[in-house]
Structure formats: structure tokens, C-alpha cells
């Protein structure tokens, strides 16, 4: 399929819209309760799965009708809670493992491709700078009315799999840089989530032996948690993004992205050091072309430490 989408136009700049067939990182961003307050010492790891259903638009000059992908994740993910000048504070690590099938209607013949291994890996430091001070075992007291704010940090090395002679691919090539600003305010049961971040990209000097750069992606997302008791909790969730456009061996692509988001998650507890997390997320895009897609996520994450 990629490259059948190359012999349809000359020009790597509408080819490159086969890069839309899978979720967005934007997507994979969109989570909630990243700036809790939590006691020093504590590490969490977790196991999740993901499936996403995707509907792809692409530009009617590539005469590619139906185009659909199905791609199932699978994530590892560890934190660890630490002590930032007297402040709370966390580093997080996930790495992706992604397989994929890529199929539609290419001049009216059905084709096909398929990916798998790993994605690009995500290092995120996070502090919080207000309402969150740095506390361990016995002294830690979660606070039921407070406001935090928080400055985040986030590198996503090139580690993923690639191949410079294909369109489609799981790994980006390059890398990318995201500073973010939470802000949380709670009260009682109820909590409001705020995040602002922005994507900065390096280039991608071997996309079919030319040059990708890319401009930076905004994004804001919110959520809206309850919580009737620790581990268990749920929250309705909101997102928007806007940038990300291309230039290929200079030329500008037409794949600026414009995508809202929504997701519904629930937090279950199996015991105080186990529990599971299940969402599902929605995600459209505001242009003619790109993806739309619903995806499902379930994992399962155990903590230790904080003593």
C-alpha cells in the first residue's frame, strides 16, 4: 500500500499523507492523573493493551478509498516518585510494542500492509511546584481540598523501528521534545485536571531519501475525576490539537493535523498495591484528510515502596 501511494503522484509531498494511518501520539497522551500528589519513594509499574479501530481520509488525488487500519499496542510503563528540592516529583518511562494492518481501495484493487515492533520509548520528568510537597510513609497526607501546579518534561528518542524506503512506519526517525503545565485542583471527591503542552520535533533526515521537517503540535486536554475511594475513581476527559505541519526536501505537505479528543476512564482497585485501569478515547480530525479512531486501552499496575 505504501508504496503504491508513491506511484500515484509524483512527489514525495502526497505520499506522505499514508503517515496518517495510525492514532496520533497526541492520542496516546490524553491521561489523567499525571500530577497527583503521592508519597516519596512509591514506583509504580504497569502492563497495558491497546486496539485501535482507524477510518483514514486521504487526498482524493491518491484515489485510495476505504482506507481502515487496525493496530494493537502493547505497553510498558514504570514511575518513580522522588524528592525535588523539598518539592514532589516523578520520572516516568514507557515503551511501546505495536503490530498493524494497513488496508483499503487503491485505484479500485484492494492492497494491504502490515508493521510490528517497537515504537518510539517516552522519558518524562515531572515536579510539582505548588501543592505538593515532598513527604514519605507515615508523614504523606493526600489533601482533599488543594491546587497543584506542575512543569513536565517529556524526550521520545528515535529507538522505534523504521525503514527508510517505506511511508508507513512505527518508529518517527527523530526526535521529539514536550514541555508541559499542569494544574489540578481538587476538592473532596472531585478533581479538575489541566495540561498544556507543546510538541517540538528534530528532523527526519531519511524519509525515502528526503529531508522531513515538521513545526510544532499544541495541545490542551482537561479532565473531570471522581474518586470514591483510593484506586477507585473515573474520569471524563477532553482534548485538542493543532499544528504539526510538514515540509518535505522543502515542499510543504498538506497534513496539518486539527484533531479533538474524548475518553472515558475508570480506575479499579484489586488490592492497595494492585489495580486496573480501562478507557476508551475517541479521536476526530477537523480536516478533509487525516484519521479518525476509537481506540480501548486496559492495564494493570502494581506500586511498591514510599515507606
Not at 23 to 39: D, I, N, S, Y
Not at 86 to 106: C, K, M
Not at 134 to 161: C, D, Y
Request: glycine share 12%; hydrophobic share 40%.
Amino acid at each position: 500500500l505504501a508504496g503504491k501511494c508513491m506511484r500515484l503522484k509524483s512527489g514525495i509531498t502526497v505520499g506522505l499523507l499514508c503517515l496518517l494511518a495510525a492514532p496520533t501520539a497526541f492520542a496516546q497522551a490524553l491521561e489523567p492523573r499525571r500530577w497527583t500528589h503521592l508519597p516519596i519513594g512509591v514506583n509504580f509499574a504497569g502492563f497495558g493493551y491497546t486496539y485501535a479501530d482507524v477510518d483514514i481520509a486521504f487526498d482524493p488525488a491518491l484515489r485510495i478509498e476505504d482506507a481502515t487500519a487496525e493496530i494493537q499496542t502493547y505497553l510498558f510503563s514504570y514511575v518513580h516518585v522522588l524528592d525535588v528540592f523539598g518539592r514532589s516529583g516523578r520520572i516516568d518511562l514507557t515503551v511501546p510494542y505495536a503490530s498493524g494492518r494497513w488496508e483499503g481501495l487503491l485505484e479500485g484493487a484492494p492492497a494491504s500492509t502490515e508493521r510490528e515492533g517497537f515504537k518510539d520509548p517516552k522519558i518524562r520528568f515531572a515536579v510539582n511546584l505548588l501543592g505538593s510537597p515532598a513527604e514519605r510513609g507515615a508523614a504523606f497526607r493526600p489533601r482533599k481540598n488543594n491546587t497543584i501546579v506542575g512543569l513536565g518534561f517529556e524526550i521520545s528518542p528515535p529507538l522505534g523501528e523504521y525503514q527508510n524506503d517505506k511511508l508507513i512506519n512505527l518508529g518517527s526517525n527523530r526526535w521529539s521534545f514536550r514541555p508541559q503545565l499542569g494544574l489540578v485542583h481538587s476538592w473532596e471527591r472531585w478533581a479538575v485536571e489541566m495540561t498544556s503542552s507543546v510538541w517540538f520535533y528534530t528532523d527526519n533526515d531519511d524519509l525515502l531519501g528526503q529531508e522531513r521537517e515538521q513545526d510544532p503540535l499544541y495541545g490542551i486536554q482537561g479532565h473531570v475525576i471522581y474518586t470514591w475511594r483510593p484506586g477507585l475513581w473515573a474520569s471524563l476527559s477532553g482534548a485538542y490539537g493543532d499544528g504539526a505541519r510538514s515540509k518535505i526536501g522543502g515542499v510543504q505537505a498538506i497534513d496539518e493535523t486539527s484533531k479533538t479528543l474524548w475518553a472515558l476512564s475508570v480506575g479499579l482497585p484489586i488490592n492497595p498495591r494492585h489495580g486496573i485501569k480501562l478507557a476508551y478515547i475517541r479521536g476526530d480530525t477537523q480536516e478533509d484528510t487525516g484519521d479518525d479512531f476509537d481506540m480501548f486501552l486496559a492495564a494493570y499496575s502494581m506500586l511498591w515502596g514510599g515507606r
